[in-house]
């Protein structure tokens, strides 16, 4: 959480520590950013397409490990398996029960929350590296459960499931991949408003007191262990609901690609993004997708020496993250207006 | 002194009941008992490991007692986890400043109020139009606090770049934004300078004066518990060894061998 700390510290000078202007962009800013949402995929390929509803949908999964991390300062290196469990109860309900893509989500989001909630339960005893160790054995677990035998007339063990990819509805004449990406665009919109909502609110005041100190949070009145497992339910929640979406866009749900790479590459998008800056998660979602295939680019036999290199750089350069030259591109343009 | 000698008469507000507290083998607390007025300042004095921390680690639920009882308005507080005793009135600052150095000034106090208000997080997330009205409440009711105790120019400050000084004020105003009964202080006046804690006694006694509130000073600083609190109780090795007025208490022969070495003091 040092990092978390020194951000904050750090940018006590430079963003008016207004609480909602730590966590959000400013009016102008989110503007600029829903339109160009709104725009781009009208002018690119579906391929390009695709890649952007994958950024939006990462990147809920990203925001959902800031919420537990950033806000009530508890690691997760397990968000992979409620990503899959997410990704699996969407797929099976509309595969094997054909209910409509867009009731499944809140299933997946509900039910996960729900295991998020009870996993929190145990993890209330360990804290730091240790929770990081209990969820690490959460993600390591999670593929071979879903390639249990009984499971396997609903999962397709092994083989996976595919997914129908929906068409737009009421007739719209837009492609699928078009209408997935508004569609998932809305979703992540409206839980990114929800999580800001939360964090500003009295859950989210009691969830950076836990972080910050337990034992002054309790003697204000905060149930720590209801907080704390909330704070794991809500993550794993909307990790669930992230999930979801990622297999209805990517058609297909296997059981290895719920694997502890993927609760990596979230931590990686957490720090990248900024922790405990929610509109950084967008930024840390970009850095996982596309800074692999630039370093292909670069070079193809050593790619993941090239990768760890320019993550290297990321750090060494800019610590805190995008939220660091969030805050660097304000003072520049507080600097230009005065001069 | 006024308003602690009328309640004299009537039950106390707070009454501590032979308690005993025992770590392995070692007694820290044997056998206390006093009792707490309304609207009285109580100082509790004692030497280094009289037992002061762990009475009142006790008060705030962090210590169980072996044995005897706490009561609060005649009700035992000893079934109650650490999370359920702002609620009842009890409120609390930390000896070294345990502030959420993250959080701005106003949110450390809206934290506060957690104990007096209430939420859930799907009613927070949708910022229902009750949360609204209760959050409106939250921010008149800290900014009447932050004001009160000269921390407005600070509210948007985060509290980790504030001086010590400060920071013990925001502390106290978080936990004045839990209307506590009973404020209690441990060692306010540590890391404070000479002048400081001239002024932070003056702060406890209008507080107690214009907040209504019964205050339990844990301090070192013997010319700050002589200088405002009504009725002292000293400790010694887990046990009381005197008790009464400031005057009295000086004066006890135990007292002054135990702590406060030779008369001259």
Same mark, same amino acid.
């Given at each position: 959480?040092?990092?978390?700390?020194?951000?904050?510290?750090?940018?006590?000078?430079?963003?008016?520590?207004?609480?909602?202007?730590?966590?959000?962009?400013?009016?102008?800013?989110?503007?600029?950013?829903?339109?160009?949402?709104?725009?781009?995929?009208?002018? *690119?390929?579906?391929?390009?397409?695709?890649?952007?509803?994958?950024?939006?949908?990462?990147?809920?999964?990203?925001?959902?490990?800031?919420i537990?991390?950033?806000?009530?300062?508890?690691?997760?290196?397990?968000?992979?398996?409620?990503?899959?469990?997410?990704? =699996?109860?969407?797929? !099976?309900?509309?595969?094997?029960?054909?209910?409509?893509?867009?009731?499944?989500?809140?299933?997946?989001?509900?039910?996960?929350?729900? *295991?998020?909630?009870?996993?929190?339960?145990?993890?209330?005893?360990?804290?730091?590296? =240790?929770?990081?160790?209990?969820?690490?054995a959460?993600?390591?677990?999670?593929?071979?459960?879903?390639?249990?035998?009984?499971?396997?007339?609903?999962?397709? +063990?092994?083989?996976?499931?595919?997914?129908?990819?929906?068409? *737009?509805?009421?007739?719209?004449?837009? &492609?699928?991949?078009?209408?997935? =990406? =508004?569609?998932?665009?809305?979703?992540v919109?409206?839980?990114?408003?929800?999580? !800001?909502?939360?964090?500003?609110?009295?859950?989210?005041? /009691?969830f950076?007191?836990i972080?910050?100190?337990?034992?002054?949070? &309790?003697?204000?009145?905060?149930?720590?262990?209801l907080?704390?497992?909330?704070?794991?339910?809500?993550? *794993?929640?909307?990790?669930?609901? /992230?999930?979801?979406?990622?297999?209805?866009? !990517?058609?297909?749900?296997?059981?290895?690609?719920?694997?502890?790479?993927?609760?990596?590459?979230?931590?990686?998008?957490?720090?990248?993004?900024? !922790?405990?800056?929610l509109?950084?998660?967008?930024?840390?979602?970009?850095?996982?997708?596309?800074?692999?295939?630039?370093?292909?680019?670069? &070079?193809?036999?050593?790619?993941?020496?090239?990768? +760890?290199?320019?993550?290297?750089?990321?750090?060494?350069?800019?610590?805190? +993250?995008?939220?660091?030259?969030?805050?660097?591109?304000?003072?520049?343009?507080?600097?230009?207006?005065? &001069? | 002194?006024?308003?602690?000698?009328?309640?004299q008469?009537?039950?106390?507000?707070?009454?501590?009941?032979?308690?005993?507290v025992?770590?392995?083998?070692?007694?820290?607390?044997?056998?206390?008992?006093?009792?707490?007025?309304?609207?009285?300042?109580?100082?509790?004095?004692? @030497?280094?490991?009289?037992?002061?921390?762990?009475?009142?680690?006790c008060l705030?639920?962090?210590?169980?007692?072996?044995?005897?009882?706490?009561?609060?308005?005649?009700v035992?507080?000893?079934?109650?986890? @650490?999370?359920?005793?702002?609620?009842?009135?009890?409120?609390?600052?930390?000896?070294?400043?345990?502030?959420?150095?993250?959080?701005?000034?106003?949110?450390?106090?809206?934290?506060?109020?957690?104990?007096?208000?209430s939420?859930?997080?799907?009613?927070?997330?949708?910022?229902?139009?009750?949360?609204?009205?209760?959050?409106?409440?939250?921010?008149?009711?800290?900014?009447?606090?932050?004001?009160?105790l000269?921390?407005?120019?600070?509210?948007?400050?985060?509290?980790?770049?504030?001086?010590?000084?400060?920071?013990?004020? %925001?502390?106290?105003?978080?936990?004045?934004?839990?209307?506590?009964?009973?404020?209690?202080?441990d060692?306010?006046?540590?890391?404070?300078?000479?002048?400081?804690v001239?002024?932070?006694?003056?702060?406890?006694?209008?507080?107690?004066?214009?907040?209504?509130?019964?205050?339990?000073?844990?301090?070192?600083?013997?010319?700050? %518990?002589?200088?405002?609190?009504?009725h002292?109780?000293?400790?010694?090795?887990?046990?009381?060894?005197?008790?009464?007025t400031?005057?009295?208490?000086?004066?006890?022969?135990?007292?002054?061998?135990?702590?406060?070495?030779?008369?001259?003091q």
């Amino acid at each position: 959480m040092s990092a978390a700390e020194d951000v904050v510290a750090e940018g006590n000078e430079t963003v008016e520590a207004v609480p909602k202007r730590a966590m959000t962009l400013g009016t102008g800013t989110s503007v600029v950013v829903l339109l160009l949402l709104l725009i781009v995929p009208v002018f *690119a390929k579906n391929f390009v397409i695709f890649q952007l509803t994958q950024l939006l949908y990462l990147g809920l999964a990203v925001l959902a490990l800031n919420i537990l991390t950033g806000g009530s300062g508890q690691f997760s290196l397990g968000q992979s398996a409620f990503y899959g469990i997410g990704a =699996y109860i969407t797929a !099976v309900m509309m595969e094997q029960f054909n209910i409509p893509y867009f009731l499944c989500l809140p299933v997946a989001g509900v039910l996960c929350f729900g *295991a998020g909630f009870l996993f929190g339960q145990p993890a209330l005893r360990l804290s730091g590296v =240790y929770l990081a160790l209990a969820t690490f054995a959460l993600a390591t677990a999670m593929p071979q459960l879903l390639k249990l035998n009984f499971l396997e007339p609903w999962t397709g +063990g092994v083989q996976g499931l595919v997914v129908t990819k929906p068409d *737009a509805p009421f007739g719209l004449k837009i &492609s699928q991949d078009m209408w997935l =990406y =508004y569609f998932t665009l809305v979703v992540v919109l409206a839980i990114y408003i929800f999580s !800001v909502n939360l964090l500003r609110s009295r859950s989210g005041r /009691a969830f950076m007191a836990i972080r910050d100190n337990e034992i002054a949070a &309790s003697a204000m009145g905060v149930n720590v262990a209801l907080y704390k497992t909330l704070a794991f339910g809500v993550s *794993a929640g909307i990790t669930g609901v /992230a999930g979801g979406l990622s297999a209805i866009a !990517v058609q297909f749900v296997a059981p290895d690609s719920f694997t502890i790479t993927l609760a990596i590459q979230l931590f990686l998008g957490m720090v990248v993004g900024g !922790v405990g800056w929610l509109p950084g998660s967008i930024v840390g979602a970009a850095f996982i997708i596309f800074v692999p295939n630039i370093a292909e680019g670069i &070079s193809k036999g050593l790619s993941g020496a090239v990768f +760890g290199v320019l993550l290297f750089l990321v750090i060494y350069l800019v610590p805190h +993250g995008a939220r660091q030259l969030a805050i660097m591109g304000q003072q520049l343009a507080g600097r230009l207006r005065k &001069s | 002194m006024t308003q602690a000698q009328l309640a004299q008469g009537t039950s106390p507000l707070l009454a501590v009941r032979d308690v005993s507290v025992v770590f392995g083998g070692i007694v820290a607390l044997n056998g206390v008992s006093f009792d707490m007025h309304k609207g009285q300042i109580l100082g509790l004095i004692g @030497p280094n490991g009289a037992g002061k921390t762990t009475l009142f680690n006790c008060l705030s639920r962090l210590y169980q007692p072996s044995s005897g009882d706490i009561l609060m308005e005649g009700v035992s507080i000893l079934k109650r986890p @650490p999370h359920r005793i702002a609620e009842i009135g009890i409120g609390r600052t930390f000896q070294n400043v345990a502030l959420f150095p993250n959080l701005s000034v106003m949110d450390n106090v809206r934290v506060g109020t957690h104990a007096r208000t209430s939420s859930d997080i799907i009613s927070d997330s949708l910022r229902l139009a009750w949360i609204r009205r209760s959050e409106t409440g939250v921010n008149n009711k800290v900014r009447e606090i932050l004001a009160y105790l000269d921390l407005e120019e600070v509210a948007h400050t985060t509290v980790s770049g504030l001086p010590f000084g400060t920071q013990k004020r %925001v502390e106290l105003a978080r936990a004045l934004a839990a209307d506590p009964k009973i404020l209690l202080l441990d060692e306010p006046a540590g890391g404070l300078n000479h002048e400081e804690v001239y002024v932070l006694g003056d702060l406890i006694r209008k507080i107690r004066d214009e907040r209504h509130m019964t205050v339990l000073l844990v301090e070192h600083h013997m010319g700050l %518990v002589m200088s405002i609190a009504d009725h002292v109780v000293a400790l010694n090795f887990g046990k009381k060894l005197a008790e009464g007025t400031p005057a009295q208490v000086q004066a006890d022969p135990d007292v002054i061998k135990a702590y406060l070495g030779s008369k001259d003091q």
